[in-house]
């Protein structure tokens, strides 16, 4: 169940591209290579999701390989692994602002230096990295690959699941438009739901179909009245109209498992377009097969002809 919660405008990143004028836009360039030039310090970097938790973490090196400083950030969790990657880069960028010899940071996150290198609009996170960045030339971004060994990588992955695993929120991340975008799916689907196991109409099709989903339509005349149980049988036309709700056959009442898979009137149609194991199949399973369907129309035909005679 989604929870339940009252957020204002600011505790939204919404982006400021009605703020900076294009001529103003900047771009951060990275580099593949493992050793950019003379360092003072080596910076690895990480973010990482757990259990819904997220945390950032980093280790500096300095020139002799001696850890200078590390970090392990838990932030609060509505962020991403992105923003906990670019986090991680920020804060370690706040913590060698000082410093004027060439400083390395490495991130094994592709998606932050692409978003980086990018003139499109991004979160304030990704924004504030290159706007202190753009004066910073002797502050490297270097893309390392992830899981191979490396020892600094390893240890700042290990310091942002630690991170993750902590009680108190370091860092609270404001929501994103793609967070909220997701929240108001997830809501809309939770309550869509609820409204279809809780409603008294249409349980018919409930039986059917008990999940909600936007991935299904069915949008045919004909095949939506199999769907249903509205339209065309004599059972709904006596419900509705209180006409006689025996089929024409004389053997049953005009059901639509009646049509399926008894009426003799269209033994033909059964023959010629359904499955010979059609008597195991469900409706559903049924109207998944196209020539089935081509069948199930010409019995609406014939059915909706019977109702207007
Ligand atoms: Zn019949």
């Not at 973010?47 to 980093?58: C, H």
């Amino acid at each position: 169940m989604v929870q339940d919660l009252t957020l204002y405008r600011e505790d939204f990143d919404l982006g400021h591209s009605d703020l900076a004028p294009p001529w103003e836009a900047c771009v951060i360039p990275w580099t593949m290579d493992m050793d950019p030039g003379i360092e003072e310090y080596k910076i690895f970097t990480d973010g990482s999701k757990w259990n819904e938790q997220v945390g950032s973490g980093a280790i500096c090196y300095d020139s002799n390989g001696q850890e200078e400083w590390s970090f392990s950030l838990r932030l609060s969790n509505n962020a991403s692994v992105f923003i906990a990657e670019a986090i991680a880069i920020l804060e370690s960028i706040k913590r060698i602002l000082h410093i004027n010899r060439i400083c390395s940071i490495f991130t094994d996150s592709r998606s932050v230096l692409m978003a980086l290198a990018s003139y499109c609009d991004q979160t304030s996170i990704i924004e504030e990295i290159k706007l202190i960045l753009k004066d910073k030339r002797n502050i490297v971004l270097c893309w390392v690959k992830a899981h191979v060994g490396i020892s600094g990588n390893e240890i700042a992955d290990s310091l942002a699941k630690e991170a993750t695993r902590r009680e108190t929120i370091d860092i609270n991340i404001k929501f994103s438009k793609r967070w909220l975008k997701n929240h108001f799916q997830r809501v809309i689907k939770e309550r869509w739901q609820q409204r279809w196991e809780f409603s008294l109409k249409a349980r018919y099709t409930y039986d059917l179909m008990p999940q909600v989903s936007t991935k299904r339509c069915f949008g045919d005349f004909y095949i939506n009245q199999f769907l249903t149980g509205h339209g065309v049988f004599p059972v709904y036309q006596m419900r509705f109209f209180g006409k006689n709700d025996i089929c024409h056959c004389g053997r049953d009442q005009g059901t639509i498992t009646h049509y399926l898979y008894g009426c003799p009137t269209f033994n033909q149609i059964r023959q010629g377009y359904f499955p010979s194991n059609f008597v195991n199949l469900g409706l559903l399973e049924l109207i998944s097969l196209p020539k089935v369907r081509v069948g199930l129309r010409l019995m609406g035909q014939f059915l909706l002809q019977k109702c207007l005679d």
